[in-house]
């Protein structure tokens, strides 16, 4: 394993952001920043040899300081969406920006992944780390009582460590003073053919997940948890992403269940691209995870001027169930004072 870091460049603020590089012994390479812990870059040999990046992301650090999609994103306080920005907690409503725009009459928008200056906004610090098979970087961040309406002051650390047997681990941890909700994931986009290669509708994608929720026309489950036989959501054998995807009105943006509750670390996501052979599989501690196929991506340009249409990228970002926060009958993601939120994902990377 080797590790090296690099300036990435300054914020707006005057903030210094620093790149790490991870390269392990099978020719895996990951590129990580202090700002948004966002993974810029993530380096596979195919089955040939031929070396592509396979996350969606840019060149420069300037692209991530404006408006985009996520790209690689550390996502807190609360990933994914909370319906109308608000919920009750301890008999207190709580208030948080609607940075989603409405999707249906009469509706605020939803508040998507913290808010308008979220985690994936936030600059990290870090701490570089080598052991015997494996080297990483531990990001750390202390969010203060209000910060986006969330309550509680929370300390938060986020370990990214790459093995030389393939396998990259995302650790989550954090603490709070006060109760707060917490639900913290990655938000990278993955093309196994390379970004910028074209869509991913042909990768098989495997979820071993015999239930799904469904969402509303604002993306908000419905409360309901359904089985996924008979249903286009049904990925418990592996099939082309792209074969049930008319069937289900603007792509998939839904979440993925096995055993609500279980702590276990246990595979949860298996994907391959045919003509690469690169394969990825994710296993994780939480109760699932929410497949989205990139629909809104709309001709951005990336690294490489590689531009991102619509399905280039497949983000399978390990989460609790979304907008909990409002669901009494869904597994609670408020983190109480004395307790310690954990969330290990794993990624382990193949050839076929």
């Given at each position: 394993?080797?590790?090296?870091?690099?300036?990435?460049?300054?914020?707006?603020?005057?903030?210094r952001i620093e790149?790490f590089?991870?390269?392990?012994?099978?020719?895996?390479?990951?590129e990580?920043?202090t700002?948004?812990?966002?993974?810029?870059?993530?380096?596979m040999?195919?089955?040939?040899g031929?070396?592509?990046?396979?996350?969606?992301?840019?060149?420069s650090?300037?692209?991530?300081?404006?408006r985009?999609?996520y790209?690689?994103?550390?996502?807190?306080?609360v990933?994914?969406?909370i319906?109308?920005?608000?919920?009750?907690?301890?008999?207190?409503?709580?208030k948080?920006?609607?940075?989603?725009?409405?999707?249906?009459?009469?509706?605020?928008?939803?508040?998507l992944?913290g808010?308008?200056?979220?985690?994936?906004?936030?600059?990290?610090?870090?701490k570089?780390?080598r052991?015997a098979d494996?080297?990483?970087v531990?990001?750390?961040y202390?969010?203060?009582?209000?910060?986006e309406?969330?309550?509680?002051?929370l300390k938060?650390?986020?370990?990214?460590?790459?093995?030389?047997?393939g396998?990259?681990?995302?650790?989550?941890?954090?603490?709070?003073?006060?109760?707060?909700?917490v639900?913290?994931?990655?938000?990278?986009?993955?093309?196994?053919?390379?970004?910028?290669?074209?869509d991913?509708?042909n990768h098989?994608?495997?979820?071993?997940?015999?239930?799904?929720?469904?969402?509303?026309?604002?993306?908000?489950p419905?409360?309901?948890?359904?089985?996924?036989?008979?249903?286009?959501?049904?990925?418990?054998?592996?099939?082309?992403?792209?074969?049930?995807?008319?069937?289900?009105?603007?792509?998939?943006?839904?979440?993925?269940?096995a055993?609500?509750?279980?702590e276990?670390?246990?595979p949860?996501?298996?994907?391959?691209?045919?003509?690469?052979?690169?394969?990825?599989e994710?296993?994780?501690?939480?109760?699932?995870?929410?497949?989205?196929?990139?629909?809104?991506?709309?001709?951005?340009r990336?690294?490489?001027?590689?531009?991102?249409?619509?399905?280039?990228?497949?983000?399978?970002?390990?989460?609790?169930?979304?907008?909990?926060?409002n669901?009494a009958?869904?597994?609670?993601?408020?983190?109480?004072?004395?307790?310690?939120?954990?969330?290990?994902?794993?990624?382990?990377?193949?050839?076929?």
């Amino acid at each position: 394993m080797t590790l090296s870091k690099k300036p990435y460049g300054t914020t707006l603020q005057g903030r210094r952001i620093e790149r790490f590089i991870l390269d392990n012994a099978k020719g895996l390479s990951l590129e990580l920043i202090t700002y948004g812990g966002i993974i810029t870059s993530f380096t596979m040999p195919d089955r040939l040899g031929r070396s592509a990046n396979i996350v969606l992301g840019f060149d420069s650090l300037e692209p991530y300081l404006a408006r985009h999609p996520y790209f690689g994103a550390l996502i807190g306080r609360v990933a994914s969406r909370i319906a109308e920005g608000s919920f009750y907690l301890e008999g207190r409503e709580y208030k948080l920006a609607c940075n989603e725009k409405p999707r249906s009459p009469g509706s605020l928008g939803s508040h998507l992944h913290g808010g308008r200056a979220g985690f994936d906004k936030a600059v990290w610090e870090a701490k570089a780390f080598r052991e015997a098979d494996r080297a990483g970087v531990k990001l750390s961040y202390d969010s203060p009582d209000g910060e986006e309406g969330y309550p509680g002051a929370l300390k938060v650390t986020a370990t990214y460590s790459l093995s030389d047997e393939g396998v990259l681990d995302i650790e989550y941890r954090a603490e709070s003073d006060k109760p707060t909700p917490v639900n913290l994931t990655n938000h990278s986009y993955w093309n196994l053919g390379g970004a910028g290669s074209g869509d991913i509708l042909n990768h098989l994608l495997q979820l071993y997940c015999p239930f799904y929720l469904p969402a509303d026309e604002r993306l908000i489950p419905t409360g309901e948890i359904l089985s996924v036989k008979g249903t286009p959501m049904d990925f418990l054998e592996a099939k082309p992403i792209g074969r049930d995807l008319e069937r289900v009105p603007g792509g998939y943006d839904h979440y993925f269940t096995a055993a609500a509750g279980a702590e276990s670390l246990r595979p949860v996501a298996r994907v391959v691209e045919p003509e690469s052979g690169r394969g990825m599989e994710i296993w994780t501690t939480l109760p699932g995870i929410q497949l989205y196929t990139g629909n809104f991506l709309d001709g951005i340009r990336g690294a490489g001027g590689a531009v991102f249409n619509r399905h280039a990228g497949l983000c399978l970002e390990t989460t609790s169930f979304p907008d909990a926060v409002n669901r009494a009958h869904f597994p609670s993601c408020i983190l109480q004072p004395g307790q310690t939120y954990r969330h290990l994902t794993r990624h382990r990377f193949f050839l076929e």
